[in-house]
Nanobody
């Protein structure tokens, strides 16, 4: 089992910044993919950014490219999402994801609310 705890959400004005953190605990495997997803009211959950185990490969949704940066600290078992130039359309609940490529199992955090006011 893997447990994920997110933090760092909040209310910010458009153009502002937030940094989300996700700490993983439990049975952490050496090969994994971690990422951030978000879900706005009335919409499906969507991928925001993902990062491979070593941090060498990242992937971003087109809507956040150039504004968001995902990173990880394996020693601290933590993944971060630095969000700059926030827009009202970034308002959503942000979820941390831990994915095991072998077997395809996913774990999710409880989510953290990000609200961007115009």
């Amino acid at each position: 089992q893997v447990q994920l705890v997110e933090s760092g959400g909040g209310l910010v004005q458009a153009g502002g910044s937030l940094r989300l953190s996700c700490v993983a605990s439990g049975s952490i495997f050496s090969i994994n993919l971690m990422g951030w997803y978000r879900q706005a009211p009335g919409k499906q959950r969507e991928m925001v950014a993902t990062i491979t185990t070593g941090g060498s490969i990242t992937n971003y949704a087109d809507s956040v490219k150039g504004r968001f940066t995902i990173s990880r600290d394996n020693a601290e078992k933590t993944v971060y999402l630095q969000m700059n130039s926030l827009k009202p359309e970034d308002t959503a609940v942000y979820y941390c994801n831990y994915h095991l490529p072998l077997g395809g199992k996913d774990y999710w955090g409880q989510g953290t609310q990000v609200t961007v006011s115009s």
